[in-house]
């Protein structure tokens, strides 16, 4: 009985090596520049399916095609701009971290720019105002209702 319980164990680790081996993915490149190449597009490219995560960390099977596909264009000798281009055709907008700057996308680049002009200039006219504003002199009734007051005081 404890020959088969060894057996069984011997197998089953045997087995998980190969199966988390299984899950690496190895891509060979004869050039650095065009492995770095790919590990920079990859890295930019945001997993459709993942909440905010690269398709270059990401397990996701949609991940995975996508490090493919990248793969297959760059060795066909396709340039950066061309690869991203063909991904946010197939893929849509979403998968670049860094949005383009076109007219639809104005109001996401400028809003945060003006917001902060903005904020500047509330700064600097409430510095201003309040620079501006003397402190008004006492009136001679009130006045003399101060002094009242401060006597009051000082004879309890």
């Known amino acids: 009985m404890a020959i088969i319980r060894w057996i069984v164990t011997a197998m089953l680790l045997a087995t998980a090596g190969s199966v988390m081996a299984g899950g690496i993915e190895v891509r060979e490149f004869d ?10 597009l990859t890295a930019s490219m ?3 399916l993942c909440e905010n995560q690269a398709i270059d960390d990401s397990d996701a099977p949609i991940s995975a095609d996508m490090r493919e596909r990248v793969y297959v264009l760059l060795n066909e000798g396709r340039a950066d701009i061309e690869i991203i281009n063909h991904m946010v055709q197939r893929f849509g907008d979403y998968i670049l971290y860094n949005p383009r700057l ?35 002199a006492l ?18």
Do not use: F, H, Q
């Not at 007219?103 to 006219?125: A, S």
């Open 31 to 40: 050039d650095p520049v065009l492995e770095k190449r790919y590990r920079d």
């Open 46 to 48: 945001r997993c459709p």
């Open 102 to 136: 076109e007219n639809r996308t104005y109001l996401l680049w400028g809003l945060p720019i003006g917001l902060v002009v903005l904020g500047m200039l509330v700064v600097v006219l409430m510095v201003r105002a309040r620079r501006n504003a003397s402190a008004k």
């Open 139 to 156: 009136s001679a009734e009130e006045r003399a209702r101060l002094d009242a007051l401060i006597n009051r005081e000082r004879s309890s």
